[in-house]
């Protein structure tokens, strides 16, 4: 029963954001509307069991593709109104990338109702007793933990790759010296001064 | 098996990885200053990853659960891999300095050992995930290093043209590899053989997919052997990029993904040879064509030797298409004497200088260099006759090999469009040596380096007919190589 009531819930927020992204006519609310259906989805794969997934779902869509959505649309300066003026001439291409979307959703279902497409074997079989991420934990420092380093390698040089290729010494730049302010003292700073009426300050 | 025996056997990666970091670290604190020290240390790792090789990582038999294999056929690849990584570095230092607005920086260096380290992942891989993570750590670094000389416009497009077109093959080939893990169930090569002999190829619904993976791995591992009809980037990379790092690309990661497409070929879709062949057979012969045919009219001789290298790959594939012990055996036959002719090339091309040091690369600068620098000269004429094919010299032994492969493997009619292709081909090395010996001298060249002039005479002797003496060792050992993976 409550997990009936949780579904309908999720689903029907997922449903609403879904459309509410698409209708908002601010984008930065199109935004935070998609980031609140990516965590009634993360509720919906915590429903069927999949626990990871609905973490990474939280953490790598609304912890950085959706925050990176934010501060693209905040900084660029996209006029929607001039977007939105192409609607009629673009109404036709529109019609048909729907149409065959349709088309693809009926012959999918087709297909699905008709029965899978024979594997040679299941490849993964899971076990339900044992929560997913220990299952890929797992997996990933024992039976994998090969690849797992070499992935890691292939970020360190993503990493010395981007340095390499952006990184530069400006000439101009002035970098703060702790050291140096850290060592001067309040004689070297200050001055004091005694001036005559009326002389003005000489600095 | 426990933890250090798995260890052991990937001793030369854990060696490339460590340094590489290590020097990496030395890279960041020491700055610009360091470069030289790092270079030479980076050459120390590779020979120290080649002293690892010793061991059990060329023949231990397999590592972590089975997705990285220590056979004497990773072994071999791995020696010419690390052998070129090194001679990229040693020759790098010269180039930079004396090209205007280029600084060799000491990141060249940790990123070829890195490169390396993926190489020796992809020649090892008995898994389909060690092959595309391996496959990715070397192009990566790659990229970067095709786009070094930043400054440089031509530099950093060639840059940004590789990785494109490099995620572009990256996706094809993760593509190919999803279907064929969704249809045979594994990624393990062992298992993928099984579901491919357990699977009729004609008339079953399943064999239509398995098919349509294999052509999408074929077709991802051509892109990065630069085999025609997926070569487009090679000339253009080859062009753009530092010639230091030309050079690295036609030797080292050309070697590492031929010998991981031979071992995709044998031990992962062995069963359907049926199958593979024609994608191979067609490959080699267009890559032998359009290699042949594109070049004659080059100026450029970066270009011109970016298409010698597609050439050459269609020839090496002509031994895998014989998919025979004795036709892999040639196909790293002729990647050995390959690497010799290609290395030994490009560093005379490094020795073109005018007289303010800035490098030349157009073929009409090279005229009359018999009478301004004749040992230079001879030794190019060796790597062009060599390249061409042409017999007393050991390039001849190289083509012979894979075409000997192709007929004791019944494919009479391959060998001899192969012969009468490279005939082609000969055209265009020898217009080089016509340029150099009968052309009037145009300008002067700068005096040369003496550590590339020794590498350069090591390479020249190698080609010459002396080379004809190692022939016994070398076939051996590549038999010996290529009988690990039947």
Known sequence: ?203 | MDYAANLAMTLPELVLAVGAIALMLVAAWGGPASTKAVSWAAVAVLAGALVALTGPASGGGDAFYGLYRADAFAGFAKVLIYIASAVAILLAPTFFKRTAGADLRPEYPVLILLSACGMGMMVSAGDLLTLYVGLELQSLAAYVLASFMRQDTRSAEAGLKYFVLGALASGILLYGISLVYGFTGSTLFDEIAGAFAATPLTGDTRSLGLLFGLVFVFAGLAFKISAVPFHMWTPDVYEGAPTPVTAFFASAPKVAAIALAVRVAVEAMGPAEVQWRQIVIFASLASILLGAVAAIGQQNIKRLLAYSSINNVGFALIGLAAGTPEGVASVMTYMTIYLAMTLGSFLVVLQMRDADGQPLETIASLAGLSRTRPGLAAALAIFMFSLAGIPPLFGFYAKFAVFYAAVQAGLFPLAVIGVVFSVIGAYYYLRLVKTMYFDEPTGTFDEGDKLEGGLIAVAAVFVSPLGYLAIPALSAWTLAAAASLF
């Open chain 1, 1 to 203: 029963m409550i997990q009936a009531i949780a579904f309908y819930l999720f689903a029907a927020i997922v449903l609403i954001s879904g459309a509410m992204t698409i209708s908002s006519r601010n984008p930065v609310h199109s935004v935070l509307w998609l980031i609140l259906a990516f965590f009634n989805a993360a509720g919906l794969m915590v429903l069927v069991g999949a626990e990871f997934i609905a973490m990474l779902l939280v953490i790598v869509y609304v912890g950085a593709v959706a925050v990176l959505f934010l501060f693209v649309v905040m900084m660029l300066d996209i006029d929607f109104a001039e977007l939105r003026a192409g609607f009629v001439r673009y109404f036709g291409i529109g019609l048909v990338l729907a149409v065959a979307l349709v088309a693809e959703i009926l012959i999918g279902v087709g297909a699905w109702s008709a029965g899978g497409i024979d594997l040679a074997r299941r490849a993964a079989p899971t076990d339900h007793v044992v929560p997913n991420i220990v299952q890929i934990g797992n997996l990933l420092y024992t039976r994998y933990l090969f690849i797992f380093e070499g992935a890691g390698l292939v970020l360190l040089v993503a990493m010395i790759g981007a340095i390499v290729l952006t990184h530069r010494e400006r000439s101009g730049a002035r970098y703060q010296n702790i050291a140096r302010q850290n060592a001067r003292r309040p004689q070297d700073a200050t001055r004091n001064m005694r001036p005559e009426i009326g002389q003005g300050v000489q600095l």
